[in-house]
């Protein structure tokens, strides 16, 4: 099946469309009290439907649905029941801190709280009545999505009946600077348009993460075989399911890298390791392509539901985030911004109407993010127009461009590069461990990269820390805990 076929549809009828196709073909595999579950297409669309006709007869229809996003197989259904029946879901990431994620909960102000039951305690912190809070699955749960999943007959609902262009999805944005923002996208935000071809994955990045939903929704179309895991358990499900096809983000990239150097992660059966969130890793690219694994960074952003650009085997440039896609318009300002435009862009900032008239303009999306076309069209990202540093003489530098630089020294997993008293400066962290003999190689290491840089690009001073930054909850560095 192609993206094409998708376009234009609702949730529920892209749903009815992959369980008419591949019908009895495997969809998911995952692990439950050490046994392995699998779970077809058919079955997964007939488990939808139950479970909206149930969110149907508890009045949820236009409102909104928080969904607790730790990747379960209950979860998964929650979120396209929810979305399928005309509630908008919320999907949350539980392990951000307890104020950012009341704070989101009471912006949202849900009609209900489908929780796992390790979260139950957050969950009833955020207000409501007992009855709008549902436990997902596990034994004990006074109510649960598997209780009514295993009924036995057809569900007596048949799908939602509204347009393509209504609120489905409300998202978080990583927030690496500032409050994050409640960002409002219709159902155009699942439209499977990654164009890579799959065939046996490992899903983990969070459902909270736009980058997740969008590949589970490509592997769904092109009747590819997942397994349903996330960030704390992947290395020991990759381990078991041995899949072909890896995206995830750049730290957990350079963990897999790490196992493999150790002999610990076997990566015999992956074809593909690719990555989002963050320009990617050349140094880790290399190492992947010298074992035959393919590997290439995708660049989107939440506000345009997901994909940009991206690569795939036959249409890569080492060093980009690929080709643009079909379904957006895109054109670089005057100023080296990157700005997007269609069907997929949000619908606004929830109960910001200032930010979304800033963030767009006569339809298109700033995104804050500089780079540049080649005379190919690969897109390729040197930075982010609000982290640019000014310096006094003029000159402005894009922190990004010079971490990744960094990067390539073995001994620094995390660092930052920021602005103090008109120099450039290097917050870094070298793992646990760490003493003056890696902290002298380190600096040994910025001596020399400042050899091959310009005056206005060189670090003038390094700062170690003692203990890695503090990350949002996509996994990216809080920037502002480099000097706060």
């Known amino acids: 099946m192609t993206d094409s076929e998708f376009w234009g549809l609702?949730?529920?009828?892209?749903?009815?469309?992959?369980?008419?196709?591949?019908?009895?073909?495997?969809?998911?595999?995952?692990?439950?009290?050490g046994?392995?579950?699998?779970?077809?297409?058919?079955q997964f669309f007939r488990d939808i439907c139950v479970t909206a006709e149930h969110f149907a007869a508890l009045g949820l229809k236009g409102k909104r649905v928080v969904i607790d996003s730790r990747n379960t197989y209950e979860q998964v259904v929650s979120l396209f029941a929810a979305v399928s029946m005309g509630a908008v879901a919320v999907p949350l990431n539980f392990d951000l801190s307890e104020e950012d994620l009341l704070d989101a909960a009471k912006r949202v102000e849900p009609a209900m709280v489908v929780y796992d039951p390790e979260d139950e305690a957050l969950a009833g912190r955020m207000g409501l009545e007992e009855s709008c809070l549902l436990a997902s699955h596990g034994n004990g749960a006074s109510e649960s999505v598997r209780k009514w999943l295993d009924r036995d007959g057809e569900p007596g609902w048949s799908g939602y009946g509204g347009s393509p262009d209504s609120p489905a999805l409300i998202l978080l944005t990583s927030g690496?600077?500032?409050?994050?923002?409640?960002?409002?996208?219709?159902?155009?935000?699942?439209?499977?348009?990654?164009?890579?071809?799959t065939e046996k994955s490992i899903f983990l990045l969070p459902m909270s993460h736009i980058a997740g939903l969008i590949i589970l929704m490509n592997d769904m179309v092109r009747g590819t075989h997942i397994c349903l895991s996330n960030m704390k358990n992947g290395m020991a499900d990759i381990r078991w399911f041995r899949p072909k096809d890896i995206f995830t983000v750049p730290m957990f990239v350079t963990m897999i890298i790490k196992q493999h150097k150790k002999n610990r992660l076997d990566l015999s059966s992956v074809k593909n390791i690719s990555s989002c969130g963050a320009p990617q890793n050349l140094e880790a690219a290399e190492y992947l392509l010298?074992?035959?694994?393919?590997?290439?960074s995708f660049y989107g952003t939440t506000e345009v539901s997901g994909t940009v650009a991206y690569s795939t085997p036959r249409e890569y440039r080492f060093g980009s985030v690929g080709r643009p896609g079909p379904w957006n318009q895109i054109r670089i300002s005057k100023s080296g911004e990157i700005l997007i435009r269609g069907k997929t862009v949000m619908l606004g900032y929830l109960g910001d109407e200032q930010a979304s008239g800033e963030a767009l303009e006569?339809?298109?999306y700033h995104t804050g993010d500089i780079g540049y076309l080649d005379e190919d069209?690969?897109?390729?990202?040197?930075?982010?127009?609000?982290?640019?540093?000014i310096l006094s003489?003029?000159?402005?530098?894009?922190?990004?461009?010079?971490?990744e630089r960094l990067y390539r020294c073995a001994l620094i997993e995390e660092v930052v590069v920021y602005g103090e008293d008109d120099k450039l400066a290097a917050s870094v962290w070298?793992?646990?461990?760490?003493?003056?003999?890696?902290?002298?190689?380190?600096r040994e290491y910025i001596f020399r990269f400042n050899q091959t840089m310009p005056r206005f690009h060189n670090i003038r001073k390094v700062v170690f820390r003692d203990k890695p930054f503090e990350k949002t909850g996509s996994g990216k560095i809080k920037r502002a805990s480099a000097w706060g």
């Open 290 to 296: 010298s074992l035959g694994i393919f590997s290439a």
């Open 393 to 403: 003489n003029g000159e402005n530098v894009s922190p990004e461009a010079l971490e």
């Open 35 to 42: 046994n392995v579950k699998e779970v077809s297409h058919q």
């Open 430 to 442: 070298c793992g646990e461990g760490t003493g003056e003999r890696e902290q002298e190689e380190v």
């Open 362 to 364: 006569e339809g298109w």
């Open 10 to 33: 609702t949730v529920y009828e892209m749903l009815h469309k992959m369980a008419k196709a591949y019908g009895s073909r495997m969809l998911f595999s995952y692990l439950e009290e």
């Open 176 to 197: 690496s600077t500032s409050r994050s923002k409640l960002v409002v996208l219709n159902h155009y935000a699942f439209f499977p348009h990654v164009g890579m071809e």
């Open 377 to 389: 069209g690969y897109l390729f990202l040197t930075g982010r127009m609000k982290n640019i540093i």
